[in-house]
Every structure is written in structure tokens, then in C-alpha cells.
């Protein structure tokens, strides 16, 4: 089976998410179809209702509803639906809430506080997969469907509650017991190399000749696979990314918006005022001098 090597973080644009997916059949929204694959982000899966096929690492296991695993960093998985979800009006439905956080952030703070020794070690373990069971199970589930709902620092304190659950708790087992094979046959996500070019270069002017080459496709397969992969078209996905840094800059720092309209790839003072009004409802000026009295 061919492994998938991506990356979560630059696909969501932020360093931990918790999502709530309902779908005909268990799917990752950042792929085409259900795929192998690994990231360093570490997981949390939750199946809220559903049952298939789970394969973490080389073990493959039925899953069904209530099914709950912390999974490591770069951990080959896939959750697959049973073939009964995949026919035409089969009336079912999967739910499924995913938990995705990246350990370099968390980690720096892991390491130095003495504390937080029971998580670190629970971390580590985690390249086994961990099957979360019993009350801690319950515990978990009724703590990551409140994180759902909410933002900010409670979120973050809130997976920290859970991290610490699982590391305490006995209510667990290990998925894998052997060494994961060696996967020779990998592919990289291409996504995610457009993805960190654009950021990388956002100052710059960014034609699609360049993101299709950073893809290896041509201009037309790139924009099909782009919009099947993120929903939208890769115009609009710059646009968007740099109207969210000019955001950032405008409240962050002290620069005019000339110099804002550069540093996000704007050529034309006018052109970025105009695009930004479009997205936002108001001027930067505007914006800028509302979000300092909020």
C-alpha cells in the first residue's frame, strides 16, 4: 500500500484544531479520497458513529462506534468505512470528531516544565497508537465535543485535560506490539508544497505557472487538483491568505498601508484597498482603527 507523507498544519493554518466531521463515509476533508498516510501533527480520533476497517501502523483492526485512538507523530493510519457506507443511498452516516495538534509547539513547553513528565512519556509512546477505553474513554469524549464549540485558551486548556487523562489512565492499550514496517513506497502531498511556497513567497507576485511547477502538473491539472483538494479555486486561496496576513500586519504592527499592501504581494496601494474592502467590509484604515478600540 502506498503511504501518503503530508503535513496537517499548513493545510489548517494554525498549530491544533478539533473538528466535527458528518459524512456519507469516514474521510479527510485535506484529501481527495481515503488514503495511507502519515504527518507529524499527532491525532485523536473519536468515532462518534460508524464502523469499518482501522489500520494504524501494520495492524489492522475492525472499528466501530466508540472507537478512540491517540495516534504518534508520522504514524502511517486510515480509517475505512465498510463497503455497505460507499453504496448509492445506503442512508448511513459517519461522525467523527479529529484532534489534530503540532508536537513542536506543545513539546518546547512538555519538556521544560517537570509537570508535564507523565504527557511526555505518553507522547512518546504513542508511535504504538494508543486505544483509549472504559470511563476514560467516556471522560474524553464529552471533553472533545465541548472543544468543538469553542476557541482560545480554553481550547488549549482543555486538550491539555485530555492529554493528561490519557497518560494517567490505565483504561488503555497499545495498537502496535512490533516495529512499523519500513515504507519504501511513499509519495509526497503536493498540496502541501504549494501550500508552504505560497507562504514562503506571499511579498512576491505568484503566477500559476510557478505553483503548477512547484506541483509538477500543468497549468490546467493544477487548477482542477487544486480545487478538488481545497474546495476552492487557487486564486481565491491566495487572495484569501493574503488578505489574512494583511490582517495580521494591520493589527500586529505599526506599518502603513502602503507598505502592508507590498509585504502581501500588492503592487498597487489602490488594487490591495479595494480587494481588502472586499473581503472584510471595510478599508484597512477602517479596520485597523476599529479592531484597536474593540
Not at 471522560?139 to 480554553?154: C, D, H, P, R, Y
Not at 485530555?162 to 506490539?177: A, D, G, N, R, T
Request: glycine residues 4%; aromatic residues 12%; hydrophobic residues 35%.
Amino acid at each position: 500500500m502506498k503511504l501518503l507523507k503530508t503535513e496537517i498544519t499548513p493545510l489548517i493554518n494554525q498549530s491544533m484544531q478539533v473538528e466535527y466531521r458528518e459524512q456519507p463515509f469516514l474521510s479527510s476533508p485535506y484529501h481527495t479520497q481515503p488514503s495511507f498516510h502519515a504527518h507529524p501533527e499527532l491525532e485523536l480520533v473519536f468515532v462518534v458513529e460508524g464502523f469499518g476497517k482501522r489500520i494504524v501502523g501494520n495492524k489492522v483492526e475492525p472499528f466501530e462506534s466508540g472507537d478512540m485512538v491517540f495516534i504518534g507523530s508520522n504514524v502511517p493510519h486510515l480509517w475505512l468505512s465498510d463497503p455497505v457506507y460507499y453504496k448509492e443511498n445506503s442512508g448511513l452516516q459517519s461522525k467523527v470528531i479529529v484532534c489534530y495538534f503540532n508536537p513542536k509547539i506543545f513539546m518546547q513547553i512538555f519538556e521544560a516544565i517537570k509537570e508535564f513528565e507523565g504527557i511526555r512519556n505518553m507522547i512518546k509512546q504513542s508511535s504504538k497508537g494508543i486505544r483509549i477505553l472504559g470511563e476514560t474513554r467516556n471522560l474524553i469524549a464529552q471533553k472533545l465535543i465541548a472543544l468543538s464549540n469553542i476557541q482560545g485558551f480554553e481550547k488549549v486548556e482543555g486538550l491539555l485535560q485530555i492529554m493528561h487523562l490519557i497518560s494517567s489512565s490505565e483504561e488503555k492499550e497499545y495498537i502496535v506490539h512490533n516495529e512499523t514496517d519500513h515504507y519504501d513506497d511513499l509519495y509526497p502531498d503536493r498540496i502541501v508544497d504549494v501550500i508552504k511556497f505560497v507562504k514562503e513567497n506571499l511579498h512576491e507576485q505568484i503566477t500559476l505557472r510557478q505553483v503548477a511547477d512547484v506541483a509538477c502538473m500543468t497549468e490546467q491539472s493544477f487548477c482542477r487538483f487544486f480545487k478538488k483538494r481545497t474546495n476552492k479555486s487557487f486564486s481565491r486561496f491566495l487572495s484569501n491568505l493574503r488578505i489574512a496576513h494583511a490582517c495580521e500586519l494591520l493589527l500586529q504592527t505599526d506599518k502603513q498601508v502602503a507598505d502592508v499592501a507590498y509585504l502581501c504581494g500588492y503592487n498597487s496601494s489602490a488594487h490591495f484597498c479595494k480587494v481588502f474592502k472586499e473581503h472584510t467590509g471595510v478599508s484597512p484604515f477602517q479596520y485597523k482603527t476599529s479592531m484597536n478600540f474593540t
